[in-house]
């Protein structure tokens, strides 16, 4: 299948979408939208990644074959969209999520099915929930980087939902969640408490409107360790779309900020940093994925180029750098790097799909502390850590 995904109608996606491969891993931006409608009429199968132009870490990922929509996620915080997704269609099934959870919510719910905990009836229902409330989120972006891939990657397929019929059930939520860009631009935003006593003494009856009927939580409660949309609207027994409305309002009068999902809250300010630098999407989501349900904090850059600025404010523990990115590779990053009197002792981990011996020597001499070859499992990319910094003490 070309990778190109345009039609007639669509004239104004005018960039091709690519396909990642090793050779080519690059994304182009465009309107979710219409490339979701182009895919679909061209009977596409694959993956689609749009990943969020105000929060790169934010991706969200839709697998479709012959004209349908099989699956529909998120590609960080599939644990907090899971646990308020069984909070509100399945609740007697909460406690089964591991509070450590490092799988795929898909590959989590099949295994729930096949211990006979979910009926295939309730299975087909959760994944259909997830697909719906991530397409909600898709749909309000105006513009997104995007990313195909050919491999489907689910096994097996439960669901195929025609585009249309999604686009006329989603339309009104979707417009309710454009209205509240202005204040909350994504559900995994951290919901920080500025203004305590304000909101205490003037919002009482906000405070009341979150509080549902089956639980213990109040605002107030539920704010402590500034959760993400996800979790204050399964711990406040709410919708998100409540839980986000009455949040937009508090926003607008100065007594809650929005932080992003990978912020490291007061609580545990000692999060380690660690910096992943590499121009392919679906890579870097991965390793976020692997080392945030571990505690650390991932700093993800695509560019090569503007790297160094970005570790020169953050200053990361640990930098993991793919070689062969364009415009700079990574032997030439590292070079620079090492120049810095910043980055003279840090440990640099050089990734690539190349496991010789002349690859892991010239990573030597341009100053990397050690190699990494892809592909790699998590306790892989963890032992390798290891050697040069701690697990965080809470996670």
């Not at 699956?71 to 089964?96: D, H, K, T």
């Not at 509080?211 to 107030?220: D, E, S, W």
Request: net charge positive; proline share 6%.
């Amino acid at each position: 299948m070309d990778a190109t995904l345009n039609t007639p109608e669509q004239a104004s996606v005018s960039a091709s979408i690519k396909v990642e491969s090793p050779s080519q891993r690059s994304s182009v931006v465009a309107v979710p939208l219409q490339v979701l409608r182009s895919a679909i009429d061209r009977k596409a199968s694959g993956r689609l990644i749009f990943q969020e132009i105000d929060h790169s870490s934010v991706s969200w990922c839709v697998h479709i074959g012959d004209g349908q929509i099989h699956f529909a996620s998120s590609l960080i915080g599939q644990r907090e969209r899971l646990a308020y997704m069984l909070r509100r269609a399945a609740p007697q099934l909460s406690e089964q999520l591991p509070v450590t959870f490092t799988q795929l919510d898909y590959k989590f719910l099949h295994q729930l099915w096949q211990a006979n905990i979910l009926e295939l009836a309730q299975l087909r229902r959760l994944v259909y929930l997830l697909t719906q409330e991530a397409l909600i989120h898709i749909l309000t972006l105006h513009e997104s980087s995007i990313l195909f891939n050919r491999i489907i990657g689910l096994d097996p397929i439960l669901l195929s939902v025609p585009l249309k019929d999604s686009l006329v059930s989603l339309r009104p939520q979707v417009e309710i969640w454009k209205r509240l860009k202005p204040q909350i631009t994504s559900p995994f935003q951290r919901a920080c408490l500025v203004a305590r006593e304000k909101l205490v003494r003037h919002f009482e009856n906000q405070l009341n409107q979150l509080q549902g009927p089956n639980t213990q939580y109040t605002l107030l409660q539920a704010l402590e360790d500034q959760p993400c949309l996800y979790d204050l609207a399964r711990r406040l027994d709410t919708s998100l779309i409540q839980a986000a409305t009455v949040l937009a309002k508090l926003v607008r009068v100065g007594v809650i900020e929005m932080k992003p999902f990978a912020f490291a809250p007061p609580s545990d300010p000692c999060l380690p940093t660690i910096a992943c630098i590499d121009d392919s999407l679906a890579h870097q989501n991965k390793i976020q994925l692997m080392l945030e349900t571990m505690g650390y904090r991932v700093l993800s850059l695509t560019d090569p180029i503007k790297a160094p600025l970005a570790l020169v404010r953050e200053k990361p523990a640990l930098v993991l750098m793919d070689i062969s990115m364009p415009h700079l590779n990574g032997y030439e990053l590292c070079r620079t790097l090492r120049k810095h009197p910043l980055f003279a002792h840090i440990p640099i981990i050089m990734v690539t799909g190349n496991s010789g011996i002349i690859d892991r020597a010239k990573a030597k001499l341009v100053g990397a502390s050690d190699y990494l070859t892809k592909p790699f499992t998590q306790a892989q990319l963890l032992k390798t850590i290891f050697k040069y910094i701690a697990l965080p003490t809470q996670h």
